[in-house]
C-alpha cells in the first residue's frame, strides 16, 4: 500500500494541505493535463463542485470517475 503524501495547495486564494497516495496525484496531474489546466486549477474545480465529503474524498472519486470514462 502506497504512503499518502501531502502537498499544499492554494485554492481561491487559500492555503490547504492535501494528502494522497502518489498513484492518486499522478492521476490527478494527468487529469489536469488531459483538460488543458494546472493542477491547482483542477483542484480548485473540484473543490467548487457540491459534497458531503472532505476535499481528498472528492479528488479521489473525481480521479476514480475520470479514469472509468464516465
Excluded: C, Q, Y
Excluded at 502518489?22 to 483542477?42: G, I, Q
Amino acid at each position: 500500500m502506497e504512503k499518502p503524501t501531502k502537498r499544499s495547495i492554494t485554492i481561491a486564494g487559500h492555503a490547504t494541505s492535501i494528502s494522497l497516495e502518489p498513484s492518486f496525484w499522478t492521476a490527478l496531474s494527468n487529469m489536469a493535463a488531459a483538460h488543458n489546466m494546472s493542477l491547482a486549477d483542477k483542484i480548485a474545480e473540484i473543490d467548487a463542485r457540491p459534497r458531503n465529503s472532505s476535499l481528498t474524498s472528492a479528488l479521489r472519486v473525481a480521479v476514480l470517475i475520470w479514469a472509468r470514462g464516465t
